[in-house]
């Protein structure tokens, strides 16, 4: 624990620039009515429906979000991250969340691997931001500053590739550090006698979900099918639009007025059955229930555990931080559409909205079990609190220039740590390699059990 504290100490003494700080991400809902003309991912998915009936979830949001030429992540046209984007995340709003991050994970490294060259990961890059802002802390701190040697970057769009390269290129040419990309974490090549940090932020919520029910037969998958033709026979059930209730959904038709609705599948399929047994927690729900389960996730993660600790015949040495929306449990109605900085129906505009649910950070866990130690989930207010958010803020206060700066700087601060919004919404997971920690029961800092007690006398833990 006192390591992190002495990284604290030294940032601070690091005079580190501050950045422009923007607005989060807001959470009004947004309200409007679908547009006449269906959007080119809409008919695509319409047009699949029709020749092959029904499609999951987890199909849609493939879709809407990485079709080749149509989908949100891969159109150029779509700004997707910045105030003229459809949300802001942590990094953009102050360079204290990518100190503070950068921090953790050089606290991991020093007992374990001090010296040994560093390689960083970060899956789903965004703009490059969360990246050059751990690079920039690294490089301020003497334990690091020679050592970090390579970053791989795991983006399937080529324009947000574009604007990752731009913005580290500076890394590449004056401190001689490698940057390489990779569609997945699979490319990335094995690393032998180097240190992994690798982080996740607003990457799992993005992954495609299955919604499946617990049924007295057993798990069925909620698809969506087009609004239905009179004429036509009815062949599955219509399901009520994302319920939690341990009801069985009546067989009305929901109103909505988008051309897909949900519908629940006549009798169990092999993927939802294999969904519904993939974690022991789902095995007593009664029925009725409804889960969002992703198996890109816990494939991912399982993969961030063999990176980060190998398998039993290999070990290896490296530790992770996944930051995202969720929490400890599965849930059965986070699926949501982001556009213009406020929430909508995930079926409106498909492929020019945002599209995100909760991440289960109890499935990542299970996923990792034999390969890592996860540590958490904190509340993002939780972890950069204790992490040193309130002597960091007061170190960029002092260095400020105008009380207007002070002022952004302590509002930027506010909101990422804000128990009405970022602060609880957004949850921290650590990763380590098994057999890590900082004392016997392998503990890390700031992953401690829900009975610790702060020092109310230490100014890292000024409550925001």
Same mark, same amino acid.
């Given at each position: 624990m006192s390591g992190v504290r002495q990284l604290s100490k030294q940032l601070l003494r690091a005079g580190l620039r501050g950045r422009v700080l923007n607005s989060p991400r807001k959470y009004a809902t947004a309200t409007a009515a679908p547009?006449?003309?269906?959007?080119?991912?809409?008919?695509?998915?319409?047009?699949?429906?029709?020749?092959?009936?029904?499609?999951?979830?987890?199909?849609?949001?493939?879709?809407?979000?990485?079709?080749?030429?149509?989908?949100?992540?891969?159109?150029?046209?779509?700004?997707?991250?910045?105030?003229?984007?459809?949300?802001?995340?942590?990094?953009?709003?102050?360079?204290?969340?990518? /100190?503070?991050? $950068?921090?953790?994970?050089?606290?991991?490294?020093?007992?374990?691997?001090?010296?040994?060259? &560093?390689? +960083? #990961? %970060?899956?789903?890059?965004?703009?490059?931001?969360?990246?050059?802002?751990?690079?920039?802390?690294?490089?301020?701190?003497?334990?690091?500053?020679?050592?970090?040697?390579?970053?791989?970057?795991?983006?399937?769009?080529?324009?947000?590739?574009?604007?990752?390269?731009?913005?580290?290129?500076?890394?590449?040419?004056?401190?001689?550090?490698?940057?390489?990309?990779?569609?997945?974490?699979?490319?990335?090549? /094995?690393?032998? $006698?180097?240190?992994?940090?690798?982080?996740?932020?607003?990457?799992?919520?993005?992954?495609? &979900?299955? +919604? #499946? %029910?617990?049924?007295?037969?057993?798990?069925?998958?909620?698809?969506?099918?087009?609004?239905?033709?009179?004429?036509?026979?009815?062949?599955?059930?219509?399901?009520?639009?994302?319920?939690?209730?341990?009801?069985?959904?009546?067989?009305?038709?929901?109103?909505?007025?988008?051309?897909?609705?949900?519908?629940?599948?006549?009798?169990?399929?092999?993927?939802?059955?294999?969904?519904?047994?993939?974690?022991?927690?789902?095995?007593n729900l009664p029925v009725g229930s409804r889960i969002e389960v992703s198996p890109a996730s816990f494939q991912i993660a399982r993969k961030v555990g063999e990176v980060i600790g190998g398998q039993a015949s290999e070990k290896k040495k490296g530790s992770a931080l996944i930051i995202d929306y969720g929490d400890d449990k599965a849930v059965g109605n986070s699926f949501r559409g982001f556009k213009d900085h406020k929430i909508v129906d995930p079926f409106h505009l498909p492929g020019h909205c945002d599209l995100t649910a909760n991440v289960d950070f109890a499935y990542l866990r299970e996923a990792m079990a034999n390969t890592a130690t996860a540590h958490g989930p904190l509340t993002q207010h939780e972890f950069l609190t204790r992490m040193g958010l309130r002597m960091r803020v007061d170190a960029l206060k002092r260095a400020a220039r105008s009380d207007e700066r002070k002022s952004a700087i302590e509002s930027s601060a506010h909101r990422l740590a804000d128990l009405t919004g970022m602060g609880k919404q957004y949850k921290v997971l650590g990763v380590t390699s098994n057999g890590g920690g900082e004392d016997d029961a392998g503990r890390v800092w700031p992953f401690l059990d829900e009975g610790h007690k702060s020092d109310p006398a230490d100014p890292n833990n000024h409550e925001y």
């Amino acid at each position: 624990m006192s390591g992190v504290r002495q990284l604290s100490k030294q940032l601070l003494r690091a005079g580190l620039r501050g950045r422009v700080l923007n607005s989060p991400r807001k959470y009004a809902t947004a309200t409007a009515a679908p547009p006449n003309s269906m959007t080119p991912v809409e008919k695509i998915i319409l047009d699949t429906i029709k020749a092959n009936g029904p499609v999951s979830f987890a199909q849609y949001m493939q879709m809407c979000l990485s079709h080749p030429t149509e989908g949100y992540y891969m159109k150029s046209s779509n700004a997707v991250f910045g105030a003229r984007g459809d949300f802001i995340t942590s990094p953009e709003i102050s360079q204290v969340f990518g /100190e503070l991050v $950068g921090i953790w994970l050089l606290s991991q490294y020093l007992p374990v691997a001090k010296g040994q060259d &560093i390689r +960083l #990961i %970060e899956l789903g890059p965004g703009r490059g931001t969360l990246m050059d802002d751990i690079l920039r802390t690294l490089s301020q701190l003497p334990a690091s500053r020679q050592v970090s040697k390579e970053v791989h970057l795991v983006e399937t769009s080529a324009s947000l590739r574009a604007i990752q390269e731009q913005r580290l290129r500076p890394w590449s040419e004056k401190h001689n550090i490698q940057v390489y990309w990779h569609t997945s974490l699979n490319d990335i090549p /094995e690393k032998e $006698g180097s240190y992994t940090m690798l982080v996740a932020h607003e990457f799992f919520d993005a992954l495609p &979900i299955h +919604l #499946i %029910e617990k049924t007295q037969h057993g798990w069925q998958e909620v698809l969506l099918s087009s609004s239905p033709d009179p004429a036509a026979p009815t062949i599955l059930r219509p399901s009520d639009p994302l319920s939690t209730s341990t009801q069985t959904p009546t067989p009305t038709q929901p109103s909505s007025p988008f051309r897909l609705r949900p519908v629940l599948a006549s009798t169990p399929s092999p993927i939802s059955t294999l969904l519904g047994s993939s974690s022991p927690r789902f095995k007593n729900l009664p029925v009725g229930s409804r889960i969002e389960v992703s198996p890109a996730s816990f494939q991912i993660a399982r993969k961030v555990g063999e990176v980060i600790g190998g398998q039993a015949s290999e070990k290896k040495k490296g530790s992770a931080l996944i930051i995202d929306y969720g929490d400890d449990k599965a849930v059965g109605n986070s699926f949501r559409g982001f556009k213009d900085h406020k929430i909508v129906d995930p079926f409106h505009l498909p492929g020019h909205c945002d599209l995100t649910a909760n991440v289960d950070f109890a499935y990542l866990r299970e996923a990792m079990a034999n390969t890592a130690t996860a540590h958490g989930p904190l509340t993002q207010h939780e972890f950069l609190t204790r992490m040193g958010l309130r002597m960091r803020v007061d170190a960029l206060k002092r260095a400020a220039r105008s009380d207007e700066r002070k002022s952004a700087i302590e509002s930027s601060a506010h909101r990422l740590a804000d128990l009405t919004g970022m602060g609880k919404q957004y949850k921290v997971l650590g990763v380590t390699s098994n057999g890590g920690g900082e004392d016997d029961a392998g503990r890390v800092w700031p992953f401690l059990d829900e009975g610790h007690k702060s020092d109310p006398a230490d100014p890292n833990n000024h409550e925001y």
